[in-house]
């Protein structure tokens, strides 16, 4: 039968595409007056509306996953391990999405202990047997093998869902070069590191293509592995077992008992009264003006105000799809090759005529620049380059020059021109940077993500998740350049009149100073870090021995399973909190336990833990020694909602600072043999102190100008006693309440914080406002003005969105209530800083200074002092921080000096 006469089957992997959507659609953009998010509802419903249009299936099916839970996670318990926790906002929508497919007479189908691939494979299996053509839409690449000459997978790119590439046999062979039934061949030696299984090591796809051209299938590649030779040879034959349990994992089951037969599949026509409730609750106008305009069209002659579905013939009276997609988006002008004086030429026509700025993108390899691309508007260049080229001396002076300059992710190129030995100047916008002032709660992390929210187009890139990527899909630099131009008006004109000046005056002045601070790192001492390594694990080693012998038997006390047995059903202990897989083992649950339960086995698996986390950020650190014995961290200047920066690769933020062990690890970072010292400097109590300034509290204020000690001043007042009366535990009393109201801290938060009647926490606390009322109103205004205005915003306009504080959602409205307090406070701590960084690094330059600023870690900034400098430059410092922001109080820095980051601490 032609495939025109046969009858279409269209089966959907809800869960699959519905995720797509939701990643690929921002949650702040797609939520109802009453707080209810629907982007991946909206999302999965066009790309619905757009298939029925274009395939016109006869019948039609959407499989979700009942739960994580199916027979591989019973062989395999590791089995889809790394994903983290479903997010709230999407859980809510997979409900409403099946009702919404109910309400389209869609079916949907799911099956216990299955995957939604498994009822995909076994209804494919079913209609091609009948007589079916297949349509499978997955975004789950174990899907092509069950692509033959009947089925046609239909996967969406790495955008969301908006755009699905066709998969045939065809298809799969000029992507893969194997055949379909090959691809779960290929996967079981290659890993997949999206389902948490381990491959082959060494093994890529193109050895895996290859041992399949030489042996078929995986089991011909398995009988034959003492012949294959090499380490990845070797590594087959050590590690065939990952090979055959992924083969196993990855096989999709075609015979799934499923409760429903093909002829129940048939599409029925939709009635769009019965489903206008429902998109008008969820405020989707626009899609049901698109699925009211496909009914007007009777796309298969019906009539009756009805979308129909029919056979796989087109029908006459069909809409053109046009009318439902959007218009083509523009496409990047084809790059000019432009060397020495035509460059130069260009580059002089395109500054004037770009006022504004050129688009500018470096092309890296190994760290180093070896070309770019340069974009006007209706114009790019591409240029490739090497030191010493004569040709490339216009581009050279362009990028040194003040001509101004527009990048995505800037900080990461500048690094490069840096070890290339190519200075860049006029650096005016990061659309990267812009885009995060813009959405700091769920910023895009890419141009290509900028991209797409902002201009709603799709910066040309393979798929990640293919093995073989298609010739010529990636975008160059020129492309990008060009790309990131295009935003730049965009991405300005969505900023706030505060944010585009913190955008000019804070954050764009600070990227080349953290590109600089990271190329320098940190001289750190190997020996001094493997030491303290050894010796954590020798303690880890003896704490896990006593803990053994306190039960009588050996455990893993890294596994939550085993120790609620030894807990709860062993050593008879209350029960934690109610987890999905028992009772909660976490740290602050043991820790609770162990005060309340006392046992010698808690003490020593709570103890066990520091120390194996301890030695963990040990051998972290240790591993990250470059060949130069420095580290070199990664600041994370966009991602914070807040504004604060990380430290990433490795984390130097989470060294413990008040413990012996933590303070042998900050000896090991010292300076440079051509430096004499290391100095530190720290802002004292800074987020009080913008709390006195944000609330104008008169006894905040008072303690600060005073120069009293802040915890001291503020128990005396609470307690009623003179502040040399004031003892240590009413000092940390406060001090936890001080510090703790700024972030939410309720009652009976404080009570566990301090462990004291609940009571007592709200007298304290009632004690507290009393004295000092002016911080309980700032801080109450603070949250009501956030719901009036739908964000915050800290003392030089960075502006936070809270969306969540109109959900219905209890958990998700409080969370963003505790977030709204605390995040002017925090977000001007931040900014303070970023201000400081840049005027200190201006100053040591202006002064030519070779003293060098290396760290920054949380309030505290690390330089590595050249001789004779040591006063100058704690001056150039003192000045800076202090004069960072104009308070009403005094910013305080306190200095330290010292031959390692221990002995500099003050």
């Known amino acids: 039968m032609p495939d025109a006469?046969?009858?279409?089957?269209?089966?959907?992997?809800?869960?699959?595409?519905?995720?797509?959507?939701?990643?690929?659609?921002?949650?702040?953009s797609f939520s109802t007056r009453d707080g209810q998010h629907t982007n991946a509802i909206h999302g999965f419903l066009s790309?619905?509306?757009?298939?029925?249009?274009?395939?016109?299936?006869?019948?039609?099916?959407v499989a979700f996953d009942r739960s994580r839970q199916s027979f591989r996670t019973r062989e395999y318990a590791e089995y889809k391990g790394n994903r983290g926790e479903t997010p709230v906002e999407f859980k809510g929508q997979v409900p409403l999405l099946q009702e919404a497919l109910q309400a389209m007479g869609i079916r949907t189908i799911e099956k216990e202990d299955f995957e939604a691939d498994d009822i995909l494979a076994t209804l494919a299996t079913q209609a091609s047997a009948d007589g079916y053509r297949v349509l499978l839409v997955s975004g789950d690449r174990d899907t092509i093998q069950l692509v033959d000459d009947d089925v046609t997978l239909l996967y969406p790119n790495t955008q969301g869902v908006s755009q699905l590439k066709r998969y045939d046999t065809a298809a799969v062979i000029e992507r893969y070069g194997i055949r379909p039934e090959q691809y779960p061949d290929v996967a079981a030696l290659v890993g997949e590191t999206s389902?948490?299984?381990?491959?082959?090591?060494?093994?890529g796809e193109k050895t895996a293509v290859k041992w399949l051209g030489l042996y078929g299938d995986l089991e011909g590649i398995l009988a034959h592995a003492d012949e294959i030779k090499g380490v990845a040879g070797q590594n087959l034959r050590d590690q065939r077992e990952n090979a055959e349990r992924n083969r196993r994992l990855n096989r999709l089951v075609r015979d799934v008992p499923l409760e429903v037969v093909l002829d129940e599949l048939e599409a029925k026509p939709i009635d769009v009264e019965s489903v206008r409730p429902l998109f008008e609750r969820l405020e989707f106008r626009t899609l049901l003006e698109r699925l009211t305009k496909l009914a007007a069209g009777d796309l298969n002659g019906?009539?009756?105000?009805?979308?129909?579905?029919?056979?796989?013939?087109?029908a006459a009276s069909a809409p053109a799809v046009e009318e439902i997609a959007s218009a083509p988006a523009p496409t990047a002008p084809s790059p000019q090759r432009l060397g020495g004086d035509a460059l130069a030429s260009w580059l002089e026509r395109a500054t004037a005529a770009e006022p504004a700025g050129l688009g500018l993108s470096l092309e890296i390899a190994d760290g180093r620049v070896i070309g770019a691309g340069i974009a006007a508007s209706d114009e790019t260049v591409q240029l490739a380059w090497q030191a010493g080229a004569a040709d490339a001396a216009p581009f050279e002076a362009w990028l040194a020059g003040d001509a101004?300059?527009?990048?995505?992710?800037?900080?990461?190129?500048?690094?490069?021109?840096?070890?290339?030995?190519?200075?860049?100047?006029?650096?005016?916008?990061?659309?990267?940077?812009?885009?995060?002032?813009?959405?700091?709660?769920?910023?895009?992390?890419?141009?290509?993500?900028?991209?797409?929210f902002h201009l709603g187009e799709t910066v040309p890139q393979s798929d990640p998740s293919l093995l073989v990527p298609e010739e010529g899909s990636d975008a160059g630099a020129p492309e990008y350049a060009w790309y990131t131009l295009r935003l730049a008006p965009v991405v300005l004109r969505a900023l706030s009149e505060g944010s585009r000046r913190l955008l000019a005056e804070v954050e764009m002045p600070l990227v080349p100073v953290l590109a600089a601070m990271e190329l320098r790192g940190v001289t750190v001492d190997h020996a001094e870090l493997a030491s303290l390594s050894s010796e954590l694990g020798s303690r880890a080693m003896a704490l896990a021995q006593a803990a053994y012998a306190e039960i009588g038997r050996e455990v893993n006390l890294g596994s939550p399973k085993q120790l609620q047995e030894v807990l709860f059903e062993q050593l008879g202990m209350p029960k934690t909190r109610s987890t999905k897989t028992g009772y909660t083992t976490d740290a602050s649950a043991l820790?609770?336990?162990?005060?309340?339960?006392p046992h010698p086995f808690l003490g020593y698996l709570l103890e066990h833990r520091d120390v194996t986390k301890l030695r963990q950020i040990v051998e972290s650190l240790d591993k990250s020694i470059a060949a130069d014995g420095r580290i070199h961290t990664s600041y994370g200047q966009v991602g914070a909602a807040t504004g604060r920066m990380s430290s990433n690769d490795p984390n130097l933020q989470n060294i413990p600072i008040r413990t012996e062990d933590g303070r042998r690890i900050r000896k090991a970072f010292r300076h440079g043999p051509e430096y004499t010292e290391l100095l530190t400097a720290d802002y004292s109590q800074i987020e009080m102190r913008i709390m006195a300034h944000l609330s104008g509290d008169p006894g905040l204020i008072e303690a600060f100008n005073a120069g009293e000690d802040l915890h001291r001043f503020v128990g005396a007042r609470v307690f009623s006693v003179e502040p040399s009366d004031v003892t240590s535990l009413m000092r940390t009393k406060v001090k936890a309440m001080s510090y703790g109201l700024a972030y939410g801290l309720s009652a009976f938060g404080l009570s566990k914080q301090l462990r004291i009647d609940r009571a007592e926490a709200q007298q304290l606390m009632r004690e507290y406002f009393e004295r000092f009322g002016s911080v309980r109103d700032y801080l109450r205004g603070v949250v009501e003005q956030a719901k009036v205005d739908g964000y915050t915003e800290t003392i030089f306009g960075r502006r936070r969105p809270f969306p969540d504080l109109s959900s219905p959602n209890r958990v998700l409205r409080e969370n963003a209530e505790r977030a709204a307090l605390n995040s002017p406070i925090q977000g001007s701590a931040a900014d303070i800083m970023k201000i400081a960084m840049t005027s200190v690094e201006a100053d040591i330059a202006s002064k030519g200074l070779e003293s060098r600023m290396l760290m920054t870690v949380h309030d505290e900034l690390i330089f590595e002092v050249a001789d004779g400098e040591s006063d100058v430059l704690e001056q150039v410092v003192r000045d800076r921080m202090a004069n960072a922001?104009?308070?009403?109080v005094p910013l305080?820095?306190?200095?330290?000096?010292?031959?390692?980051?221990?002995?500099?601490?003050?």
């Open 302 to 314: 019906n009539g009756g105000g009805r979308v129909a579905a029919g056979t796989g013939a087109p």
């Open 195 to 203: 389902d948490n299984l381990p491959g082959i090591t060494k093994v």
């Open 404 to 452: 101004p300059k527009i990048m995505t992710d800037a900080k990461a190129q500048l690094k490069a021109a840096a070890r290339s030995g190519l200075p860049v100047a006029g650096l005016v916008l990061d659309t990267l940077v812009a885009g995060w002032l813009i959405r700091p709660i769920l910023a895009e992390k890419s141009l290509a993500d900028l991209v797409s």
């Open 47 to 61: 790309m619905l509306l757009l298939l029925l249009a274009n395939e016109k299936p006869s019948h039609l099916a």
């Open 5 to 28: 006469d046969k009858p279409t089957l269209l089966v959907i992997d809800g869960h699959s595409l519905a995720f797509r959507a939701f990643y690929a659609l921002p949650v702040d």
């Open 885 to 888: 922001a104009e308070l009403l």
């Open 591 to 597: 820790a609770d336990l162990q005060e309340s339960n």
């Open 892 to 906: 305080d820095v306190q200095i330290g000096r010292g031959s390692n980051w221990d002995d500099a601490a003050h």
